[in-house]
């Protein structure tokens, strides 16, 4: 192994926005203190990969992409392994014995610390852990933005501190804090002035935003100073809480140009007793009532949500009820999850759910959305659209308008001359292909 000058970090992020938020900011780290950072695992000195564990199948693939890496590790192919993120935070007494091939682990709290702790191993040190405090104020930590030049996602918050009776986030990631509007404000200015046109804020509930820090909800003063940053011109929201809206937010949304009329509120059910099990603030009736106003107050929104199937005590009248719901909701956008028991958990303490109808009718309900995707698809041939082009491969664009969220929503095939890439351009929809719009 060389010294610091030369040796070659590579990155694996997994799990979701927030996570790549925090890879992004080690890589700013792990730069600036010399090493060389990168993408390649292969011939790497040490990989570090971030992880999610927030539901069983992203622990899986955390677990089986380490053990690839171990297998490598074993055949020389990589140096090092250290895992960071959710899965160490959440396992830290149990990870490495399970795993011996691992160098060090950095829990959430400790991701400021990933120079010395690869300084470390490098050095031939094993077995180090290093976790820090999951309530302390959101690091300001900068970053090597690694989505593109013209969109990148700013986290404004951290943790959560709404204890749905599935999820274990606020025991891993801890209590919900706001970071200041001014650095907010900051962050986007200096990538607008860089060439990003689209902010994608992401928090675990993006209408809870300073609350803890300012004593009120305050999303709409943020988006109202960053409707004010020049160059930018998409704002995108990652997740909105049903029961959070108020008519500011709702009229700031509306009136502002730059903000996309795109909402992913996760509704997660229907039926009023499963929301109750879940701990779910709200009820049926409230959660129809507010996508009823949101389409009639923001003309030509999309929806996006997210449900879980199977919990127990969902029969098949809760079931229905859900099924229902999206039929005539026509959601534009739905993110389907069969329920597993997550230790820790209120939910995990209910009786033993049947995974097997879980399953199914997590499937069910993707063959009712893929009915309404594909009408709400069709319904936009013939329109002109802005689109922002983001990959070129045989001999054409791929890109997304405001429906189009990245890695979650599918792209628009643009074909056509005069296309820069990373420049919004208007694209008529003239058909659809393998259940996406294209040019």
């Known amino acids: 192994m060389g010294g610091r000058e030369n040796a070659r970090i590579a990155f694996v992020s997994l799990g979701c926005a927030k996570n790549l938020v925090n890879s992004e900011q080690m890589m700013f780290l792990l730069s600036e203190a010399g090493f060389i950072v990168r993408g390649e695992t292969h011939g790497a000195d040490v990989v570090v990969v971030n992880t999610c564990s927030f539901i069983e199948s992203a622990k899986t693939e955390a677990i089986e992409t380490i053990l690839e890496l171990a297998r490598d590790k074993a055949d020389g192919r990589v140096g090092k392994i250290i895992v960071a993120g959710c899965l160490p935070e959440r396992y830290k007494n149990e990870i490495m014995r399970e795993m011996p091939e691992i160098d060090a682990i950095v829990g959430v709290g400790g991701f400021d610390d990933i120079v010395g702790v690869v300084a470390s191993v490098l050095e031939g040190k094993t077995g180090l852990q290093s976790f820090g405090d999951i309530n ?32 274990a986030i606020p025991d891993i990631r801890g209590r919900f804090r706001s970071r ?49 940053v020049e160059g930018l011109e998409w704002i995108r929201l990652h997740y909105l809480y049903p029961d959070e809206f108020d008519e500011e937010l709702i009229e700031t949304i509306a009136i502002n140009d730059k903000i996309l009329k795109y909402l992913d509120i996760p509704i997660q059910h229907i039926n009023d007793e499963i929301l109750k099990r879940m701990h779910r603030r709200g009820t049926g009736r409230e959660i129809r009532a507010l996508f009823k ?57 209910m009786q033993f759910p049947d995974s097997e109808i879980a399953v199914l009718r997590a499937e069910m309900i993707m063959n009712i959305q893929l009915g309404i995707a594909d009408e709400f698809n069709r319904s936009r041939i013939g329109s002109v659209t802005p689109v922002l082009p983001e990959s070129f491969s045989e001999g054409q664009f791929y890109g997304r308008s405001y429906a189009e969220s990245p890695d979650v929503d599918g792209y628009i095939s643009i074909k056509g001359e005069g296309i820069s890439q990373d420049a919004i351009v208007n694209v008529r929809i003239t058909g659809i292909e393998e259940g996406e719009v294209v040019q």
């Open 293 to 349: 106003l949101l389409r009639e107050r923001i003309p030509g929104v999309v929806l996006r949500t997210s449900v879980i199937t199977g919990l127990p005590g969902e029969g098949e009248a809760e079931f229905e009820e859900l099924c229902e719901f999206l039929t005539d909701a026509k959601i534009e956008r739905t993110g389907v999850f069969p329920y597993s028991p997550e230790e820790g958990t209120a939910a995990a303490l």
């Open 136 to 167: 302390a104020p959101v690091s300001e930590t900068q970053r090597i933005i690694t989505t593109s030049k013209a969109w990148a996602y700013i986290k404004i918050a951290e943790g959560c501190d709404n204890r749905c009776a599935f999820c």
């Open 180 to 228: 200041p509007i001014e650095r907010i404000v900051t962050e986007v200015d200096e990538l607008a002035q860089r060439g990003l046109k689209e902010a994608i804020l992401v928090a675990q509930d993006v209408t809870r935003y300073g609350l803890d820090m300012y004593g009120k909800r305050r999303l709409s003063d943020l988006l109202s100073e960053l409707c004010k």
